[in-house]
Protein backbone atom coordinates (compact mmCIF):
# COMPACT_ATOMS: atom_id res chain seq x y z
CA UNK A 1 0.00 0.00 0.00
CA UNK A 2 2.89 2.16 0.83
CA UNK A 3 5.31 2.97 -1.57
CA UNK A 4 8.95 4.30 -0.62
CA UNK A 5 9.30 7.64 -2.00
CA UNK A 6 11.90 10.32 -0.82
CA UNK A 7 10.82 12.83 1.31
CA UNK A 8 9.21 15.99 0.05
CA UNK A 9 7.87 14.51 -2.68
CA UNK A 10 3.99 15.06 -3.08
CA UNK A 11 4.13 17.55 -0.50
CA UNK A 12 4.88 20.28 -2.70
CA UNK A 13 1.39 19.46 -4.45
CA UNK A 14 -0.40 19.81 -1.32
CA UNK A 15 1.66 23.02 0.08
CA UNK A 16 -0.75 25.97 1.12
CA UNK A 17 -0.21 29.30 0.68
CA UNK A 18 -0.16 32.16 3.71
CA UNK A 19 -3.12 33.48 3.75
CA UNK A 20 -4.18 36.03 6.44
CA UNK A 21 -7.59 35.59 8.44
CA UNK A 22 -9.64 38.82 7.87
CA UNK A 23 -9.42 39.33 11.47
CA UNK A 24 -6.24 38.64 12.56
CA UNK A 25 -3.86 41.05 10.30
CA UNK A 26 -5.89 43.95 11.65
CA UNK A 27 -7.54 45.31 8.25
CA UNK A 28 -11.03 45.40 9.52
CA UNK A 29 -13.13 48.53 9.10
CA UNK A 30 -13.35 49.34 13.17
CA UNK A 31 -9.37 48.13 13.38
CA UNK A 32 -8.65 50.43 10.35
CA UNK A 33 -10.72 53.40 11.67
CA UNK A 34 -9.36 53.62 15.37
CA UNK A 35 -5.45 53.13 14.15
CA UNK A 36 -6.33 56.59 12.40
CA UNK A 37 -8.01 58.51 15.06
CA UNK A 38 -5.07 57.78 17.48
CA UNK A 39 -2.14 58.26 15.29
CA UNK A 40 -0.63 62.25 15.71
CA UNK A 41 -2.16 64.93 14.11
CA UNK A 42 -0.05 66.78 11.23
CA UNK A 43 2.57 69.08 12.20
CA UNK A 44 0.85 72.29 10.70
CA UNK A 45 -0.57 74.56 13.25
CA UNK A 46 -3.65 75.36 13.57
CA UNK A 47 -4.98 79.29 13.87
CA UNK A 48 -4.80 79.25 17.73
CA UNK A 49 -1.40 78.06 17.60
CA UNK A 50 -0.82 80.80 15.07
CA UNK A 51 -2.21 83.41 16.89
CA UNK A 52 -0.43 82.47 20.01
CA UNK A 53 2.70 81.87 18.57
CA UNK A 54 3.26 78.62 20.06
CA UNK A 55 5.39 76.13 18.60
CA UNK A 56 5.50 72.05 18.52
CA UNK A 57 7.77 71.27 21.07
CA UNK A 58 8.47 67.35 21.59
CA UNK A 59 9.01 65.91 25.25
CA UNK A 60 13.17 65.63 25.73
CA UNK A 61 13.27 61.82 26.35
CA UNK A 62 10.25 60.55 24.25
CA UNK A 63 8.78 60.85 20.45
CA UNK A 64 5.51 62.41 21.44
CA UNK A 65 4.55 64.57 19.26
CA UNK A 66 1.18 65.40 19.94
CA UNK A 67 -0.69 68.78 20.32
CA UNK A 68 -2.28 68.81 23.98
CA UNK A 69 2.23 67.97 24.52
CA UNK A 70 3.31 70.60 22.55
CA UNK A 71 1.15 73.45 24.06
CA UNK A 72 1.21 72.33 27.92
CA UNK A 73 5.14 72.54 27.61
CA UNK A 74 4.54 75.84 25.52
CA UNK A 75 2.94 77.14 28.10
CA UNK A 76 4.92 76.20 31.11
CA UNK A 77 8.44 77.05 29.37
CA UNK A 78 9.73 80.67 31.30
CA UNK A 79 8.52 83.65 30.42
CA UNK A 80 11.43 85.76 28.52
CA UNK A 81 13.85 87.67 30.59
CA UNK A 82 12.57 91.07 29.26
CA UNK A 83 11.96 93.18 32.26
CA UNK A 84 8.50 94.19 32.53
CA UNK A 85 6.84 97.17 33.11
CA UNK A 86 6.57 97.12 36.99
CA UNK A 87 10.16 96.16 37.41
CA UNK A 88 11.61 98.40 34.86
CA UNK A 89 9.45 101.41 37.72
CA UNK A 90 10.99 99.61 40.38
CA UNK A 91 14.57 98.97 38.84
CA UNK A 92 14.18 95.35 39.78
CA UNK A 93 16.92 92.33 38.27
CA UNK A 94 16.24 88.87 37.43
CA UNK A 95 18.49 87.09 40.10
CA UNK A 96 18.54 83.52 39.86
CA UNK A 97 18.76 81.29 42.55
CA UNK A 98 22.10 80.53 43.69
CA UNK A 99 22.14 76.77 43.18
CA UNK A 100 19.28 76.20 41.28
CA UNK A 101 18.60 77.24 37.72
CA UNK A 102 15.54 78.58 38.76
CA UNK A 103 14.72 82.08 36.51
CA UNK A 104 10.80 83.01 37.06
CA UNK A 105 9.97 85.98 37.15
CA UNK A 106 8.33 85.44 40.45
CA UNK A 107 11.42 84.01 42.29
CA UNK A 108 13.57 87.13 40.62
CA UNK A 109 11.26 89.59 42.38
CA UNK A 110 11.00 88.00 45.46
CA UNK A 111 14.68 87.99 45.80
CA UNK A 112 15.21 91.40 44.56
CA UNK A 113 12.45 92.62 47.29
CA UNK A 114 14.30 90.50 49.81
CA UNK A 115 17.46 91.89 48.81
CA UNK A 116 19.24 93.66 51.73
CA UNK A 117 18.73 97.66 51.32
CA UNK A 118 21.37 99.48 50.05
CA UNK A 119 24.25 101.10 52.41
CA UNK A 120 23.53 104.58 51.71
CA UNK A 121 22.67 106.07 55.38
CA UNK A 122 19.03 106.80 55.67
CA UNK A 123 18.39 110.41 57.21
CA UNK A 124 17.52 109.60 60.41
CA UNK A 125 20.60 107.64 60.47
CA UNK A 126 22.31 111.04 59.51
CA UNK A 127 20.62 113.12 62.43
CA UNK A 128 21.80 110.47 64.74
CA UNK A 129 25.11 110.34 63.35
CA UNK A 130 24.97 106.06 63.76
CA UNK A 131 27.08 103.95 62.21
CA UNK A 132 25.93 100.82 59.77
CA UNK A 133 28.16 98.10 62.44
CA UNK A 134 27.26 94.48 61.36
CA UNK A 135 27.04 91.55 64.23
CA UNK A 136 30.50 90.23 64.97
CA UNK A 137 30.31 87.20 64.12
CA UNK A 138 27.77 87.20 61.24
CA UNK A 139 27.28 88.69 57.82
CA UNK A 140 24.61 90.80 59.22
CA UNK A 141 23.95 93.92 57.47
CA UNK A 142 20.42 94.95 57.70
CA UNK A 143 19.30 98.33 59.16
CA UNK A 144 17.55 96.99 61.37
CA UNK A 145 20.46 95.25 63.21
CA UNK A 146 22.74 97.74 62.64
CA UNK A 147 20.20 100.52 64.34
CA UNK A 148 19.76 98.10 67.25
CA UNK A 149 23.11 97.65 67.84
CA UNK A 150 24.37 101.37 67.30
CA UNK A 151 21.44 102.05 70.02
CA UNK A 152 22.52 99.58 72.35
CA UNK A 153 26.23 100.12 72.40
CA UNK A 154 27.96 101.31 75.73
CA UNK A 155 28.06 105.12 76.10
CA UNK A 156 32.09 106.48 74.93
CA UNK A 157 34.51 106.54 78.09
CA UNK A 158 35.16 110.53 77.47
CA UNK A 159 34.47 112.26 81.04
CA UNK A 160 31.32 114.56 80.94
CA UNK A 161 31.99 118.18 81.81
Known sequence: MFTDRPAGVGQKQLQLQNIPLPDRNNTSSKTSLFLTETTPAPKHPSSWQKQHQLQNIPLPGRNNTSSKTSLFLTETTPAPKHPSSWQKQHQ?????????????????????????????????????????????????????????????????????S
Do not use: C, M, Y
Not at 109 to 125: D, G, I, M, R, Y
Not at 134 to 141: A, C, D, H, V
Open 92 to 160: LQNIPLPDRNNTSSKTSLFLAETTPAPKHPSSWQKQHQLQNIPLPGRNNTSSKTSLFLAETTPVPKHPS
